[in-house]
């Protein structure tokens, strides 16, 4: 049945990889392609986030797939960008994506942002796919726009083919070294037992029908249950970022993966020290790229429903945590949705010792996963926060007895310049990285070699 079930909502796609390695521009290529297709506009922009009807699905995937054939609304994609962490697509404690796309350069290969992606979709089990990005750039390379994969490989060279067969097999390598089962994924029957391997260019556009067709058919067969919402109850969501706009002051921009939100609506939001109750001003979103002005660059909605990414302006948000959850109060009692949402704060709180080192991060997941890696590296935490690394967490690292401890690990953040100064005077010793297992064996060299 095409009609699109009114109770269906779209699954959340999330695209990682290691910087450059094309997941940006992988978004492009299915958004350009349905421009070339006449769909202008069909795609919509959202913060963060682009959304792929169903329709449009179909037309890019070239009949591969037949739009009859599924009820769930399209794909809901988020790019996350280098310098954005993966982490803080959370929500209820687990992960906001429903489906993945882990983007791998075929000529890189595995890097350190590759790794860490992997060992956070272990640690969510969230489904993802790979897609091996920049086949073009085989020597000898035939391109075949747009073109399925097959119709592509039946254009190369057996050269061209034997040099991409051998990208790809390092790939299913590396995914073998890290604990998963994967093959080409025309050879893969369950892909929730073995990961689907996609030959793709973001540039020539070759293999994305098959990207859209395995998510489209793996978000169909395996996750329609879990899309099965109350899309007219009230909105929950995730902050993604909080940003300062002119004319709106301090904004959250949020992926809502449940029910609606209206402007008006009563919201509970979580804060840095108290969760935040506050009223919808407004609802924005960008503007088409085209007409995109400095002064006018978001228009206001009436309505959003679940899933898509939005813009939400009101008054008090400058204590909005990246990663917190926001709720929409509806005809509950307002207390009750503090609670609920104060109870998964918690629930995303770190235990800390009375001796350890101090921990910052960008967002409240990302402090959740280094919480988990410091603790499978057993090194005590003695305070975790949010934040960049400030004057005052220098002051608290001093406090430690154990000389090892007085450290400060920073993921994905900024160390204030007094702050820096500071720890030299008081011999704290600062580390900052965006790969956290970095940061733990950047920190266990320092550990080692003092003890030497
Ligand atoms: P970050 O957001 O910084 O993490 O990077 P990204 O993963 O979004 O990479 P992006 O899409 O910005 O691409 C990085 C570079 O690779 C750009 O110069 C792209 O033009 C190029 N690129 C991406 N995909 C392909 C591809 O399939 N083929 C070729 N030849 N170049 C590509
Ligand atoms: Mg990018």
């Known amino acids: 049945n095409s009609s699109t079930n009114q109770n269906l909502r779209t699954p959340i796609v999330a695209v990682l990889g290691h910087v450059d390695h094309g997941k940006t521009s992988l978004l492009d290529k299915i958004r350009g392609s349905t421009v070339i297709e006449g769909e202008a506009g069909a795609i919509t922009q959202h913060i963060g986030a682009t959304a792929v009807p169903l329709d449009v699905v179909s037309q890019v995937a070239g009949g591969l797939v037949d739009p009859t054939e599924f009820d769930l609304p399209g794909l809901l994609f988020i790019d996350t960008p280098g310098h954005h962490s993966f982490t803080t697509l959370r929500a209820r404690g687990g992960a906001l994506a429903d489906i993945a796309i882990l983007v791998v350069d075929v000529n890189d290969g595995f890097q350190p942002q590759t ?3 992997i060992r956070i979709l272990k640690e969510t089990g969230t489904p993802f796919v790979v897609a091996a990005n920049k086949i073009d750039t085989v020597p000898g390379w035939n391109p075949q726009e747009d073109a399925p994969v097959q119709q592509t490989y039946e254009a190369q060279s057996d050269r061209v083919r034997q040099s991409l067969d051998e990208e790809l097999y390092r790939i299913i390598g590396n995914l073998s070294d890290e604990g998963f089962s994967s093959d080409l994924y025309w050879r893969v029957q369950d892909f929730r037992a073995n990961i689907g391997v996609i030959p793709v260019s973001a540039k020539t556009g070759e293999g994305v029908p098959d990207l859209l067709t395995v998510l489209m058919g793996l978000a169909q067969r395996y996750m329609k249950e879990d899309m099965e919402i109350n899309l007219a109850g009230p909105g929950a969501g995730t902050v993604l970022e909080v940003k300062e706009e ?42 088409a790229l085209a007409e995109m002005r400095a002064e006018k660059r978001f228009e206001q909605v009436d309505e959003l429903r679940a899933a898509s990414g939005v813009k939400i302006a009101a008054p008090d948000l400058d204590d909005a945590m990246a990663g917190a959850p926001v709720r929409v109060v509806g005809d509950r009692d307002v207390d009750d949705v503090i609670e609920e949402v104060e109870a998964e704060l918690a ?63 920073g993921f994905n953040v900024d160390v204030y310049p007094d702050a820096e100064q500071r720890a030299e005077e008081k011999g704290v010793h600062l580390f900052t990285n965006d790969v956290i297992y970095q940061l733990v064996d950047d920190y266990d060299t320092f550990v080692e070699e003092r003890e030497r």
């Open 347 to 409: 629930s995303a709180q770190v235990e800390t010792e009375e001796e350890g080192v101090v921990v910052k991060a960008d967002t409240l997941g990302s402090l959740e996963a280094m919480a988990n890696a410091l603790e499978a590296a057993e090194i005590p935490v003695m305070r975790a926060e949010v934040g960049d690394i400030a004057p005052r967490d220098i002051a608290v690292a001093t406090t430690v007895n154990d000389e090892s401890h007085r450290a400060i690990l």
């Open 115 to 117: 790794e860490e992606a």
């Open 246 to 287: 002119q004319g709106y002051g301090t904004t959250i921009d949020v992926i809502l993966y449940d029910g609606t939100i209206r402007p008006g609506d009563t919201v509970v939001v979580g804060g840095g020290n108290d969760t935040i109750v506050t009223e919808v001003r407004a609802l924005l979103k960008p503007k």
